[in-house]
């Protein structure tokens, strides 16, 4: 194979890897729904300035996340929640392929190369290239970016076209998420400006013709939002979103620090194998450049995240291609024989990578049993496959024979993934309320007109029924079946008792539908009321 193909190879097979699942998995509460309908919202408006969601704003996310998916949607219609996960899946594999260019002046091509397959293999990141959201694609520019200032760090004299590539990716990474990106590359910038007691490296940038380009890109969007709301994104982003997520704990409950390096072997896995390994390999080689611009892309961002008190499993996703990295010059010099997998830090990696096997293949027997309809032999299957994969890596890596090891622990990670996101989770009926929902509404031909939501108001309802959908409380949505502005309501049984109607006599997904709210973890009983604002009979359309 040649060196040229490579990149080509793992993008492709990333690609296809990531993309498994993306059909059977249903739209995801809550954030990815909103994405998706905002999406939906624009190309029907065709305002691409503004950001919409139902009946209000959604203000919280820059509009470029709502740019890919529309062209995604625009080439392949609105067939479902796939159209809009691929721009995450392409973008997911075009990390993978990226930190191959951004490691290389880093670690040296080899080690790149490793590091590109673990990033895509990584458990977050096979996470987050199923979803529809931005933190796939906004790690892409994470890496570009990064990529660039490595470029810049190594060689100080480098082409206008490295000077480009940073500035653009830094533009798309604020047209996706705002000054998230700023976290990792600004965080890099000071760490390796205080070690180099000046910030003369940087020159290599161009600063100012730059900021020049960075404002060319970004500057029209922001303007034009800020004056179509009258400065109401800014509040509602920087203010509403970003400063909420700082300052209070809405999200997390206030997790300590210390969350992100216990959760590290969940989300890492399963090249927490080598993250042991990869501290001491860092300690080892601290005063070099190259490490220093790691430690910078790392330290800073997973310090900040640790401090704040909202605390979501992804946000240290941005460190992930460093570390990856560093696991990936770990590996290379496994695979070359100039280094041996043992020692205390082989133990530990070992053994809690196959703890966190175990308890992924748990999860997958477990959690059919609690809200499917009992052992999914798929799941199960999958999930021991995943596990004897994992094994059968570590004892090859221990046995010196790091190349093959690796390459079976990244089809360990993959099976784990596939079998979750393609198996597992698409089992779980109790969970997945609103296609039961949708299921049972495709069953009664006669009720026509927008569905009212009482009491489960959950953005996939909207994704779903489309922008007519009434969220409403109880007594409205009698009122609106008896004018006929609806044609269906969807009710909590307990208040429909207390609405002076009979609630019993439901039919199980027909004309009620009961499960778990995963969003809150709250038990739903939702029961059929249809014209003039009664409880659906077994057979309304009859």
């Known amino acids: 194979m040649t060196d040229r193909a490579v990149p080509i190879l793992l993008f492709v097979a990333a690609a296809l890897a990531f993309a498994v699942g993306i059909w059977e998995l249903p739209v995801l509460d809550r954030d990815e729904a909103r994405f998706a309908q905002a999406v939906r919202q624009m190309v029907a408006t065709g305002d691409y300035v503004d950001i919409r969601f139902h009946d209000g704003a959604r203000h919280n996310k820059p509009a470029g996340i709502y740019w890919l998916q529309s062209i995604a949607v625009l080439i392949f219609g609105e067939a479902g929640i796939w159209v809009h996960r691929l721009v995450s899946v392409l973008a997911a594999a075009g990390a993978s392929v990226a930190l191959i260019w951004a490691g290389t002046p880093l670690v ?17 990141l096979q996470a987050e290239a199923r979803i529809a959201k931005t933190d796939a694609t906004l790690l892409l520019t994470i890496v570009l970016a990064m990529g660039a ?18 500035w653009t990716a830094l533009a798309a990474g604020v047209l996706i998420k705002g000054p998230i990106i700023l976290m990792p590359v600004g965080g890099a910038m000071v760490w390796l400006t205080i070690r180099e007691r000046s910030p003369g490296w940087m020159s290599g940038l161009r600063p100012l013709p730059g900021l ?17 709301t009258q400065g109401g994104f800014l509040m509602d982003s920087l203010v509403g979103d970003l400063t909420d997520k700082v300052t209070t704990t809405d999200e997390a409950d206030g997790t300590p620090p210390g969350t992100y390096l216990v959760t590290f072997w969940l989300t890492f896995w399963p090249w927490g194998l080598l993250a042991p390994l990869a501290v001491l390999w860092a300690w080892a080689r601290r005063k070099t450049a190259a490490t220093a ?11 900040a995240f640790e401090l704040i008190p909202t605390k979501l499993l992804h946000y240290t996703l941005p460190t992930y291609p460093a570390i990856a990295l560093i696991c990936g010059a770990v590996l290379a010099g496994l695979a070359d024989g100039s280094d041996r997998f043992r020692g205390w830090a082989a133990h530990i990696g070992a053994v809690l990578t196959g703890l966190a096997a175990l308890g992924f293949a748990a999860a997958m027997v477990w959690a059919p049993m609690e809200y499917g309809n009992g052992i999914a032999p798929l799941a199960a299957g999958g999930a021991a496959l995943a596990v004897a994969l994992v094994l059968a890596a570590i004892v090859l890596i221990y046995r010196a024979r790091a190349s093959r090891g690796a390459m079976v622990l990244a089809a360990g990670g993959a099976v784990m993934a596939w079998t979750l996101f393609a198996v597992t989770l698409p089992s779980l009926d109790r969970l997945w309320i609103t296609p039961r ?11 026509n007109g927008p569905v009212a939501m009482v009491g489960f108001q959950e953005p996939s309802t909207v994704f779903t029924f489309g922008r007519d959908t009434r969220l409403m409380d109880a007594a409205t949505a009698l009122e609106a079946l008896a004018g006929g502005s609806v044609g269906a309501a969807w009710v909590p049984v307990e208040q429909i008792g207390a609405l002076g109607l009979n609630p019993e006599g439901g039919v199980a997904d027909l004309t009620e539908v009961r499960g778990t709210n995963y969003s809150n973890g709250d038990e739903v009983a939702l029961r059929l009321l249809v014209p003039p604002g ?5 057979s309304p359309c009859d």
Do not use: K, N
């Open 108 to 124: 040296g091509r080899r080690a790149a190369v490793w590091a590109g397959l673990i990033l895509a293999t990584v458990w977050m």
């Open 149 to 166: 200032l490595a470029q810049v760090w190594t060689d100080r004299a480098v082409s206008p076209w490295i000077a480009a590539t940073f």
């Open 212 to 228: 020049g380009w960075f404002a060319l890109l970004v500057a029209p969007w922001y303007l034009a939002i800020i004056v179509q």
């Open 293 to 303: 611009f790691l430690a910078g892309w790392i330290i800073p961002t997973w310090v």
């Open 437 to 447: 929902i949708e299921a049972a509404m495709a069953q009664h031909a006669c009720l």
């Open 534 to 538: 009664v409880p659906a009979p077994a």
